[in-house]
């Protein structure tokens, strides 16, 4: 049968708010189980414990997906294949881990045996299902629980809302634990050093500044018209000012300084230029991280931010329009 637009749109907009109903009602059913599963995977994940996931089937992918999110934030995390621990697999397992076992109907005849055998790991159970009655949950240490009105496959057959509450609960957990663990962007960027992300992540300020003739540079002592002069000509939207007894930057004169001066009077032109100038400027450091530049400008809405070494003077500057041809933001 031909797909109809109109059909199609229905059908899939009706797919997409019957998981959206999922995840809304398992948000309000979290209550202190999870607050207990939380804690739990931090006291074990905080000493040599590591988390172990485990699924079947459609769950099997939620697991594997949750890995690596976890892995990501620094929890050390593996998968385990529920038929394969029972061949030889189990040699991952060690006393004092911890174990998110998947499974929907909480009555999967693997996962249900895998639980009996990680037992005797001294392995403490983390049930992830829909069904709080069911053995998984009721034989397990811990439920993490998530809450399911209906499947959005027509047939009530296909795991859909079911599968959405469960990673998206993955997910809830793995944010608690970053924020929990104090994981930064420069931790982060440690854990994804390759690929765009791990570029972007890792790019330092010394790699994106605007140095040599890009860089207007002056003492704040000359004119208003000399510091406007050098500024057009290093083709910038503002100028960094030093003091000409330390070299140390004093201060910035950007293009709306330039307007707001220009409004003095008339003789603005000929006046020092730190006259204008904004004193004690937003500045960065050329080790610091390329996405910390990010977070200043969008922290203070500016567009200029001078780079300063470690003695305090100007060595660069990163110009928010150079930003998004670098992907960063």
């Given at each position: 049968m031909a797909i109809s637009p109109k059909s199609a749109l229905q059908r899939a907009r009706t797919c997409l708010s019957i998981e959206q109903d999922a995840i809304a009602a398992t948000s309000q059913s979290l209550d202190k189980k999870f607050v207990a599963v939380a804690r739990a995977?931090?006291?074990?994940?905080?000493?040599?414990g590591k988390l172990i996931c485990s699924g079947v089937g459609k769950s099997a992918h939620i697991a594997q997906k949750l890995v690596g999110t976890f892995n990501s934030i620094g929890v050390t995390t593996c998968f385990l294949d529920a038929t394969q621990a029972l061949h030889?697999?189990?040699?991952?397992?060690?006393?004092?881990?911890?174990?998110?076992?998947?499974?929907?109907?909480?009555?999967?005849?693997?996962?249900?045996?895998?639980?009996?055998?990680?037992?005797?790991?001294?392995?403490?159970v983390i049930a992830c299902t829909s069904h709080a009655e069911s053995d998984l949950a009721r034989e397990s240490d811990h439920q993490l629980l998530y809450a399911v009105p209906r499947e959005a496959c027509p047939l009530a057959l296909a795991p859909t809302a079911s599968t959405t509450a469960a990673?998206?609960?993955?997910?809830?957990?793995?944010m608690v634990l970053l924020q929990a663990r104090g994981v930064t962007r420069e931790d982060f960027a440690q854990y994804h050093p390759a690929g765009n992300l791990g570029r972007v992540l890792l790019l330092r300020i010394a790699d994106i500044m605007r140095t040599g003739d890009r860089l207007a540079v002056a003492k704040d002592t000359i004119t208003t018209q000399n510091a406007i002069l050098r500024l057009t000509k290093a083709k910038s939207g503002s100028i960094a000012l030093v003091s000409p007894r330390t070299g140390k930057l004093s201060g910035i004169l950007t293009d709306g300084d330039f307007r707001r001066a220009a409004l003095s009077g008339p003789n603005f032109?000929?006046?020092?230029?730190?006259?204008?100038?904004?004193?004690?400027?937003?500045?960065?450091?050329e080790d610091a991280l390329g996405v910390e530049?990010?977070?200043?400008?969008?922290?203070?809405?500016?567009?200029?931010l001078i780079v300063v070494n470690r003695a305090g003077n100007p060595v660069g500057l990163v110009d928010g329009q150079d930003l998004p041809k670098l992907k960063i933001v």
């Open positions: 995977i931090e006291e074990a994940t905080a000493g040599q030889g697999d189990l040699g991952i397992c060690s006393s004092g881990d911890i174990a998110i076992l998947f499974s929907n109907s909480g009555q999967t005849e693997e996962i249900l045996r895998l639980m009996t055998t990680l037992r005797r790991f001294n392995v403490t990673l998206a609960l993955g997910d809830a957990l793995a032109l000929s006046k020092p230029v730190k006259t204008f100038m904004t004193k004690k400027p937003k500045t960065i450091r530049a990010l977070r200043i400008f969008e922290s203070h809405q500016i567009d200029d």
